[in-house]
Every structure is written in structure tokens, then in C-alpha cells.
């Protein structure tokens, strides 16, 4: 894809073809994990709604427990995770974790050069991470087990300056907070930091310190401007952190409404973000919080019923505000948009996995699931993806994403679309095209 084609930011789909490694695509970059296999990727990238999509070369990596993710991204920095298994004192194996950077820079030449970075892990090298086993010190903890699904590390891009960070909240004992930092692009930075925070509880949550770090468990971690944004959907707030202000501090923020009886031990982490979400807009340098719950103001449950309709609340936080408070700014109901000509042919079911528009605050993407009239088995749904204009009730755009019961796709894209159905994530949000097209800091 030529630089002059590209968008000015993406969605960026969390699944990963592995199948067909486009050629000659100038956003490929290359590096070797711990175990020296070769990695290469490389993105397709589209202007939203359509997603874009990851590519990865990964010859040695076809084993069973061998998986690639990716975690976080932030301007040009993209954070991927690989795992693979190595052998181990007293085990047949055990599996390492390595984490990678994508970023984009000057090749010196004036051309625009992305790279793959491989970052020490936060177990330490492979040796290191050997020595645990020998030294019989390893142990699957929960935290651990949160880092190998990275809900805790988000990635922070600043100018030149980039960070990649871990909270940890360690609760056997007494309870231990912790933030593990690392500076990959500073020169001789190749050790991860810890640092101990404290924590600033704002707001009327009628939440004490104890309960917060008892009961906390971030879902997603969000980057805007100097901060990094810990989100837990269930408890109902953010952790803020300034990474680059020289305390790393954490302020708490409830958030202004919570999703009616949702409880993690009943709906479990991957319930929490369907139907609400934290966004920003870093033009304007506001966090979002979108909240969609069913017309009489019950949480939907996994079975849409649309004779009670939804409604979809949106407020605004600015950042850099002496006071940070909360406003709504649009609300729209499902008559709204199933009223309007340009949704006649979009499924009428309820908005899921809404994510903010880089470019336009206003505008929130949402999937749609279209069912079947019998709703029942585990049939392909069609997916779509919209644009809503929320203050002005307004469909923006749309595309189809997934046509599951198609039966000419693809092998890969049959794949996919099962994939999809099962375990659907959200989008990650990145303005990664617009620094491969104008190389800008």
C-alpha cells in the first residue's frame, strides 16, 4: 500500500493472519525473539469503519502452543506479545513470553523506516527466566497469569520518548502496589523499573483505598497524551497515571454511571466492555465513557429483547481541566436510528463495542449482530460496523465485517469469521498510518 493512500487512523483488528504474508508491503519491519526465530510483520490498513488488519511471518511458530497478540498501540508505537515453548529445569517445557515494539522512525536517509524492537521480559532474559525453574522459584500466580493475557501493560508514546508500563496490585498479605516501567528507546534502558505509587481517590464513589485495591481488575489500559488510563468496567472508574510527569502517581475517577447489576464473578471480564466503553480524543484531550443499557435502564443480557430498545449515554472528561467532571454530551435511543432511512438495511439489534473516532469525538463506531429469526444454535451472525454521529443521531457510515454464513469464503476467512464468533474483541484505536505517511513526532 503506498504511503499516499493511507488514512489517517485505523481500527485495528486484534486478529492475526498468518497465512498470507503480503509481498512488498512497505509497512513490514523484522526482528528475532528470544529464541532467535525470525518475526515479520506488517499492516493492511484501511480508513474506518473498515478494520485493518495485522500480518505476521512467523515460520518457526506453527507448534501448538505457540500464539501471537497484539496488546496496545499508541501513535506509532505498536505492543505485541508472542509465546512459544522453551525447555526448562524439571518440566518437559514451559512457555516464554516475549514482548515487541513496532515503531516508525527516519531511516537517516529522510524516508520513513518502521522497526521491530524485541523488549526484555518482565520475567527477565530466557536465562533468567531458566533460572527460576532451577531455583524452584516460579510461580503461576493470578498477577502473572493477568501479564500473559497483558490486561495490565499499555504502551505510551511521547515525542521521541516511549514507555511501556505494567500495574501490578500483588493481594497475598499485605497489598502491594506496583508500577514496572520501561524506557525501550532511551539509550542503555534495557531493565524494566519499579516504582510505588500512591493513589488519590476523587470523586463521590463512596469507595475507601482498601476496597479499590482489594477489588480492582483492569480490562483495558488506555493511552492519551502523557497518561495511561487502567479501566476497570466492572468497579466503575480509571486508574490515571502520568508517566512522563515524574511521580507516577495514580488518581482514581468512578465513573459517571455504572452499568446496572453487572458483576465480574457472574458475567465474567469478557461481559464488561460489550456494551460500555472509555475512549479518547487526544486533539481535544478528552476521555469518552459510553454506556449502553436497555430502554428501561436494565443492563441487556446476552439475549437482546427490541421491544425494550437500548439507550446510549456519551460523557466527556477533559484531562488537562483543574476540575475534572464528567458531562453528558449526546444520548440516543434505538428509535433514534432504527427511525432513519440510512439504517433501514443495518441489523436492529443493540450497539456493542463502541470505540471513539480519532478524528472526530462525535462520531462512535459500534458493532451490529444481525440474528437469525429463530436465534437459536451457533450459527455465523453478519456483523457490521457503523459511524454514529451521536449529537446530531446521525449514521456516519458503515460496512459489512464479517459475513459468517457465506460458504465461499475463503479458508482463512471461514476462520476468521468462526473465530469472531466465539471470542469477539474490541478494536484498538491507532493513528499509526499517519505517522507512515508524513513521519511526524
Known amino acids: 500500500m503506498a504511503s499516499s493512500s493511507l488514512p489517517d487512523w485505523a481500527l485495528l483488528d486484534r486478529c492475526i493472519f498468518e ?3 503480503p509481498a512488498d508491503e ?24 473498515r478494520p485493518s488488519s495485522i500480518y505476521l511471518s512467523w515460520p518457526a511458530g506453527k507448534g501448538e502452543f505457540h500464539n501471537f497478540f497484539v496488546l496496545a498501540a499508541h501513535h506509532d508505537a505498536v505492543l505485541f506479545q508472542m509465546m512459544y515453548p522453551i525447555s526448562v529445569p524439571g518440566r518437559e517445557f514451559s512457555i516464554m513470553y516475549d514482548y515487541i515494539l513496532y515503531t516508525v522512525g527516519d531511516d537517516g536517509g529522510g524516508s520513513i523506516r518502521p522497526s521491530l524492537q524485541l523488549l526484555p521480559s518482565v520475567d527477565g532474559t530466557m536465562t533468567e527466566f531458566k533460572a527460576l525453574f532451577e531455583k524452584g522459584m516460579y510461580r503461576l500466580t493470578s498477577q502473572r497469569l ?32 506496583e508500577l514496572h516501567v520501561l524506557y525501550p528507546l532511551r539509550s542503555g534502558s534495557c531493565r524494566w523499573q519499579t516504582v510505588y505509587p500512591k493513589i488519590t481517590i476523587h470523586g463521590n464513589s463512596g469507595i ?23 479501566v476497570d468496567y466492572c468497579l466503575g472508574g480509571i486508574l490515571l497515571c502520568d508517566v512522563f510527569g515524574g511521580s507516577f502517581d495514580l488518581d482514581y475517577l468512578p465513573f459517571p454511571a455504572k452499568m446496572p447489576d453487572l458483576d465480574r464473578d457472574q458475567h465474567g471480564r469478557l461481559w ?58 449526546a444520548i440516543i435511543e434505538s428509535d433514534d436510528l432504527w427511525n432513519l432511512d440510512a439504517f433501514a438495511l443495518l441489523p436492529h439489534t443493540s450497539l456493542q463495542f463502541s470505540l471513539v473516532s480519532m ?13 437469525g429469526a429463530e436465534d437459536v444454535g451457533y450459527e455465523y451472525d453478519d456483523i ?7 449529537p446530531n443521531k446521525a449514521v456516519n457510515s458503515s460496512c459489512r465485517y464479517v459475513m459468517g454464513k457465506d460458504e465461499n469464503l475463503y479458508p482463512e476467512e471461514a476462520k476468521f469469521a468462526k473465530a469472531k464468533y466465539w471470542y469477539f474483541e474490541p478494536f484498538i484505536p491507532t493513528d499509526l498510518p499517519k505517522y507512515l505517511k508524513h513521519g511526524i513526532r
Open 26 to 49: 512497505p509497512t513490514e519491519a523484522t526482528c528475532t525473539n528470544s529464541r532467535e526465530d525470525e518475526i515479520r510483520i506488517c499492516f493492511q490498513l484501511h480508513a474506518p469503519p
Open 359 to 371: 478524528a472526530d469525538p462525535n462520531i462512535i463506531y459500534f458493532t451490529l449482530r444481525e440474528k
Open 146 to 177: 493477568r501479564r500473559i493475557e497483558g490486561l495490565d501493560l499499555g504502551v505510551l508514546r511521547l515525542g521521541e520518548d516511549c514507555a511501556v508500563v505494567e500495574l501490578q496490585i500483588d493481594k497475598f498479605g499485605e497489598i502491594q502496589l
Open 272 to 329: 464488561a466492555d460489550v456494551y460500555q466503553t472509555v475512549g479518547v480524543n487526544e486533539d481535544n484531550d478528552v476521555i469518552k465513557f459510553i454506556l449502553v443499557v436497555r430502554g428501561d435502564g436494565n443492563m441487556i443480557e446476552d439475549r437482546f429483547v427490541p421491544d425494550f430498545g437500548f439507550i446510549a449515554t456519551s460523557w466527556t472528561l477533559k484531562i488537562t481541566a483543574p476540575q475534572r467532571d464528567w458531562e453528558i454530551d
Open 19 to 21: 497465512e498470507s504474508f
Open 208 to 230: 475507601d483505598l482498601e476496597t479499590l485495591l482489594w477489588n480492582w481488575s483492569a480490562d483495558t489500559v488506555v493511552p492519551i497524551g502523557s497518561y495511561l488510563c487502567w
Open 384 to 390: 457490521w460496523l457503523v459511524g454514529i454521529d451521536m
